[in-house]
C-alpha cells in the first residue's frame, strides 16, 4: 500500500513513519513545512509531500491507498487551534480522502472522545474535537479505524498493549506502541470499521490487534 501519514513530523507520526520505513509500504509523508522533508526521509519515508491539513489536500493523496491521520494542534495551544486541526483538519482530510477514492482512513483520536463530559473541564475542548472527527469518519464511506490512546508518554514502548473497544479506567502507554499499533491495523482485515480504547497492557501487540477478529 502506499499511506499517507498526515501529521509525519509529529510525535507519533515520526514512529510510524520510521515503522512504515522497515516494511514493504510505501510511506508518504505529509508536512506543512519543506525544512522537514530531509529528516523525515532519514526516518524512512519514501515520499514527502508538502500540504496544509486547513486547506486543499488533494495533490497529498494522489494514487494513495490508505491515510494515517496522527496530526494534533499539540498541549501547548488553545482551543481554536484544536478545531482546526484535531476536528476541522481531520474532517478535511476524510472528505477529500472519499472524494479521491482512497479506501482506508485510521484516525489517532483519544480516549473519553465518545464521552467529553467524562474528562477534566480544561481539555472538554480537545474531546469535544476528537468527537466531532470520529463521527464524520463513522459517517464516511470509508474503510475506517479509530484508536483512541489514553495519555500519551514519551516512555520506550514496550510492545505490549491493552485495547478493548471501551476502557473504563483511563491510563497511559507511549507514542511508540502507539505508533506499532497503527502500523499493525493497517495490515490487519478485522480492524475494518472498528474502534476501540488503548492503553500499555500485558498483551503483545500483534496479538492484541489480532483479537479484533
Known amino acids: ?11 507519533i507520526g515520526r514512529h510510524l513513519v520510521r515503522l512504515l520505513g522497515e516494511s514493504d509500504h510505501i510511506c508518504r509523508a505529509m508536512v506543512r513545512d519543506p525544512s522537514q522533508e530531509w529528516e523525515l526521509r532519514r526516518l524512512g519515508a519514501d515520499e514527502v509531500v508538502v500540504a496544509d491539513l486547513e486547506g486543499d489536500c488533494r495533490a497529498a493523496l494522489i494514487t494513495c491507498d490508505a491515510v494515517v491521520f496522527t496530526a494534533g494542534s499539540g498541549a501547548h495551544t488553545g482551543p481554536e487551534k484544536t478545531v482546526d486541526v484535531d476536528q476541522n483538519g481531520a474532517i478535511n482530510l476524510i472528505d477529500l480522502a472519499q472524494e ?7 484516525i489517532v483520536s483519544s480516549m473519553r472522545a465518545d464521552d467529553p463530559d467524562s474528562g477534566p473541564e480544561k481539555m472538554r475542548h ?9 463521527n464524520h469518519l463513522r459517517a464516511s464511506h470509508l474503510n475506517y479505524t479509530i484508536v483512541r490512546p489514553g495519555k ?5 514502548g514496550t510492545g505490549k498493549v491493552r485495547l478493548a473497544e471501551r476502557i473504563d479506567q483511563f491510563g497511559e502507554i507511549p507514542r511508540q506502541d502507539v505508533a506499532a499499533v497503527l502500523r499493525a491495523v493497517l495490515d490487519h482485515p478485522g480492524a475494518s470499521k472498528r474502534e476501540f480504547d488503548l492503553i500499555s497492557g500485558d498483551t ?3 496479538k492484541a490487534v489480532a483479537s479484533l477478529d
Not at 100 to 105: A, C, I, L, T
Not at 126 to 134: C, E, G, L, P, W
Open 152 to 156: 500519551l508518554t514519551e516512555e520506550e
Open 204 to 206: 503483545a501487540i500483534d
Open 1 to 11: 500500500m502506499r499511506i499517507l501519514i498526515a501529521g509525519a513530523n509529529g510525535k
Open 100 to 106: 479521491m477514492g482512497v479506501p482506508r482512513f485510521v
Open 126 to 134: 480537545y474531546f469535544v474535537a476528537k468527537q466531532k472527527a470520529d
